[in-house]
């Protein structure tokens, strides 16, 4: 299934998206839940972020070819921080550049939607709390990041963790192509493959530090090809078997 969260000019709802057409989720999307016999046109609703997780945990450096092309040792432990929910945005949205940054890097990433309350589990069993997978982007002001110990600052900017259109369900997301694309140009090209901490050990690994709660997201790193994105660039992440997440930079 591919599930969506959408305003329909009213309410804002759940959904299952089945071709072009939307069927809203009746109950709870994390519980008991029916998909209502009425149908909307996609055209006729506007999506939002799929899911309104309480934490972003994000983890830094796990692909082995952007570790190469940074000249990077290869972490022994996941690098972990957050993003707040404040920076989050839907698909179609505006990524605002902030007047204090020089250089607002887009890095594509694979995304994961906890589906249930998820703490101290073990690998094996990491899977059976994810709810699905979507796209985001791990919008970052770069040259805000060196003197930021901690990184919040360069990576918590409204606006900074667009996520979307959907979120995947019924997926093995181990082996993924993932694209980054400008104004229709590939910069990112990768495959999740390449991730040198696999879903099911961050999962766990996360879970042993933090109640892990539905719809709260882990993204999971980028790929080689980082790069800067200017003001008016229509910026895609496209993972196979989810989706295109599309967002235009704009300066307000
Ligand atoms: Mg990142």
């Known amino acids: 299934m591919k599930i969506i969260r959408f305003w329909d000019g009213n309410k ?83 990524i605002i550049y902030p007047h204090q940054c020089t250089r607002l890097d887009y890095e594509a990433e694979l ?12 690998p094996e069993d990491a899977l059976d709390s994810v709810l699905g997978y979507t796209c985001s982007n791990d919008v970052t002001a770069r040259n805000l ?15 900074f963790c667009p996520i979307g259109p959907c979120i995947a369900t019924d997926i093995s997301a181990d082996n993924l192509n993932i694209k980054l694309i400008i104004n229709g140009e590939i910069k990112q090209n990768s495959n999740t493959s390449q991730m040198i901490f696999s879903i099911p050990f961050l999962i766990s690994y996360l879970s042993k530090i933090m109640t892990i709660f539905p719809g709260d997201v882990i993204i999971t790193g980028t790929p ?27 300066l307000k």
């Open 111 to 122: 995304a994961i939607v906890i589906g249930s309350v998820t703490k101290n589990i073990e």
């Open 224 to 250: 080689s090809g980082v790069g800067p994105m200017e003001p008016g660039d229509a910026v895609t992440v496209e993972i196979e078997n989810i989706g295109k997440l599309t967002n235009i930079v704009t």
């Open 12 to 94: 804002v709802s759940y959904g299952s998206l089945e071709n072009d057409m939307v069927r809203s989720i009746e109950g709870d999307l994390y519980g008991d839940y029916s998909l209502s016999n009425k149908s909307l046109g996609l055209n006729e609703v506007q999506l939002l972020a799929p899911c309104e997780p309480t934490k972003v945990i994000c983890i830094g450096l796990n692909y082995y070819d952007h570790a190469r092309e940074m000249n990077l040792p290869i972490p022994k432990e996941p690098i972990v921080f957050l993003k707040p929910p404040s920076s989050i945005t839907g698909p179609g949205t505006n």
């Open 145 to 159: 990041q060196p003197k930021d110990g901690q990184w919040t600052v360069a990576k918590s900017f409204d606006t």
